[in-house]
């Protein structure tokens, strides 16, 4: 199994950013992704969860209405579009698969500083 995340990088407060997971070593469509987060001293949080197939996402209050999880089942990647960011989205972002055990990218850091 690998997770390979991009997108990371600088951004202003109130910016856009799209990251991405590419997978691959296992049959990607049939399993959930999420993404989570981990700031600098914080424990990691769970971001964003997308089912199998697409058709249900979760997300952690700190992001409701700003994050939108995404998933090409051909192209064995998932997305994770954020918009409105705050200073406090700052984190390195990974992406996540659960099978008989977690799974996890090396991460992608951005910071949201003006």
């Known amino acids: 199994v690998q997770l390979v995340e991009s997108g990371g990088g600088l951004v202003q407060p109130g910016g856009s950013l799209r990251l991405s997971c590419a997978a691959s070593?296992?049959?990607?469509?049939?399993?959930?992704m999420s993404w989570y987060r981990q700031a600098p001293g914080k424990k990691r949080e769970l971001v964003a969860t997308i089912s199998s197939v697409g058709g249900s996402t979760n997300y952690a209050d700190s992001v409701k209405g700003r994050f939108t999880i995404s998933r090409d089942n051909a192209k064995n990647t998932v997305y994770l579009q954020m918009n409105s960011l705050k200073p406090e989205d700052t984190a390195v972002y990974s992406c996540?698969?659960?099978?008989?055990?977690?799974?996890w990218g090396r991460g992608t850091q951005f910071t949201v500083s003006s």
């Open positions: 996540n698969v659960k099978r008989v055990r977690d799974y």
């Open positions: 070593g296992f049959t990607f469509s049939r399993y959930d």
